[in-house]
């Protein structure tokens, strides 16, 4: 019988390290040490444990915006930038058709949805009261009328590491999309799968740090365990201190390279936890060489500066 105290002369003594306590170690990301083993184990596939950080690769634009330029393809403007990102920010149907399953990347599955870019469009919304739709009531934002699109068995059976769910403070729909918000952590809690809550900006909602501070805060009290939010030039550093979850960027529209990487640094420097980029790198004159100096800023510590000129020596090298 194995292991037998006794059974022979030349068998190693053990070692129960009796003067020395158990190791404890702390989880390396803001605000995740006490979640569970397997929370924790998907938080570490989105987020480089070595860094802190993730770059997500942001493609879900297509749930309410239909085929947005450089997303016509998927198959062949995104699956070549899949390798240099943590994180595959995506929907369902671009999952199962397109994604292979294969991949080792982190799933962030696209959870919200029901409105499209024609709700928002004065022209199609029409008019009321004289006035264009979009502009007749205070806080009326068409695109906020959102509902949860998948439910928690279908992220399972798509082995979601997180769930992004759009939440849109100061609209019309304000108390439906925290409901969504909510619904959600509660049904992904029994699985260990996060949750992220994406600040949405529409044209009735503030772009200040004291908006971005109050949606950010309210929706980690609320138990979301990741947020998406913009950045802003002032105070931002503020709005990543108070609060007690990452925060990621969101890449917002196309500006030019080197403004995209100074706002991924700025963004690092002042708390964030990372980029969720997609019009930022897929769009961009040369995409793989925008993603590997994007990762360039998020991972390696480069600065704006050297990862604009490590973007143009890879683009005049491919």
């Known amino acids: 019988m194995a292991d037998l105290d006794g059974t022979s002369a030349e068998k190693k003594d053990k070692e129960y390290f009796t003067d020395i306590p158990q190791n404890k170690p702390d989880f390396f990301l803001k605000g995740s040490h006490q979640y569970d083993w397997g929370l924790q184990n998907r938080l570490a596939h989105i987020f480089n444990p070595e860094s802190g950080r993730t770059i997500m690769l942001a493609f879900d634009h297509g749930y309410f915006m239909g085929p947005t330029t450089g997303l016509e393809r998927v198959d062949q403007t995104i699956l070549p930038l899949e390798p240099y990102c ?16 294969s991949t080792q990347k982190a799933i962030a599955l696209r959870a919200s949805g029901g409105t499209s870019m024609v709700s928002a469009n004065d022209e199609w919304e029409g008019e009321i009261g004289g ?3 979009a502009l007749s009531r ?11 699109a998948v439910d928690i068995n279908e992220a399972i059976r798509l082995n979601a590491s997180v769930l992004a769910v759009q939440v849109f403070i100061g609209s019309q729909y304000e108390r ?5 918000l909510t619904n959600l ?16 900006v529409g044209r009735a909602m503030e772009r200040t740090v004291k908006y971005f501070r109050m949606a950010t805060r309210l929706m980690a009290e609320l138990g ?26 969101a890449g917002g529209k196309k500006r030019p390279e080197r403004d995209a990487l100074q706002m991924a640094y700025d963004a690092c420097q002042e708390g964030a936890s990372g980029v969720d980029m997609g019009r930022n790198i ?4 040369a995409p793989v060489p925008m993603m590997r100096a994007v990762r360039g800023v998020v991972h390696e510590g480069m600065n704006a500066k050297d990862a604009y000129e490590l973007y143009e020596q890879l683009k005049a090298e491919s």
Request: proline share 7%.
């Open 86 to 101: 943590d994180c595959l920010m995506l929907t369902r149907g671009i999952q199962r058709s397109i994604i292979p399953a």
């Open 131 to 133: 006035q264009p739709a």
């Open 138 to 148: 205070p806080g009326y934002e068409p695109l906020s009328n959102e509902h949860l």
């Open 176 to 180: 439906q999309s925290l409901q969504n």
């Open 185 to 200: 952590i509660d049904a992904a809690a029994g699985y260990g799968i996060a949750v992220m809550g994406v600040v949405a």
């Open 224 to 249: 979301c365990h990741m947020v998406k939010c913009y950045h802003i030039e002032d105070g931002f550093e503020t709005i990543t201190s108070c609060c007690p979850v990452p925060i990621v960027i």
């Open 282 to 285: 897929f769009q961009a004159d």
